[in-house]
Nanobody, 129 residues
Framework: EVQLVESGGGLVQAGGSLRLSCAAS????????IAWFRQAPGKEREAVSV????????YYAESVKGRFAISRAGATKTVYLQMNSLQPADTAVYYC??????????????????????WGQGTQVTVSS
């Protein structure tokens, strides 16, 4: 059974940093891409960052480029999202999601919630101004 467990959310002031963790189990970690999505109240869920399996290819939404960094640790089957220079607009519930790397549209950098069959429960990130 695929399981994804997020942690690391919280309340931070604008300009601060947080690191989210996604602990994965139940599948061959290196064969799967892991994504971070976020959903703010009244808005659609959007892909923030995605990292592929074995080759570590990554994607970032324009709104977070240069501020967020995604990484993965195979030994612990954990994916991290380091979030720096946080802004109130980053306030949302952050979810990690998993999908086999080969099923994703890396060439077009197009990642949608429907492409990911497995999801964590989410962790709240609140950035105060």
């Amino acid at each position: 059974e695929v399981q994804l467990v997020e942690s690391g959310g919280g309340l931070v002031q604008a300009g601060g940093s947080l690191r989210l963790s996604c602990a994965a189990s139940g599948f061959t970690f290196d064969d799967y891409a892991i994504a971070w999505f976020r959903q703010a109240p009244g808005k659609e869920r959007e892909a923030v960052s995605v990292i592929s399996g074995r080759d570590g290819e990554s994607y970032y939404a324009e709104s977070v480029k240069g501020r967020f960094a995604i990484s993965r640790a195979g030994a612990t089957k954990t994916v991290y999202l380091q979030m720096n220079s946080l802004q109130p607009a980053d306030t949302a519930v952050y979810y990690c999601a998993a999908a086999p790397s080969y099923t994703l549209r890396w060439l077009t950098s197009s990642f949608w919630p429907k492409d990911f069959p497995s999801w964590g429960q989410g962790t709240q990130v609140t950035v105060s101004s």
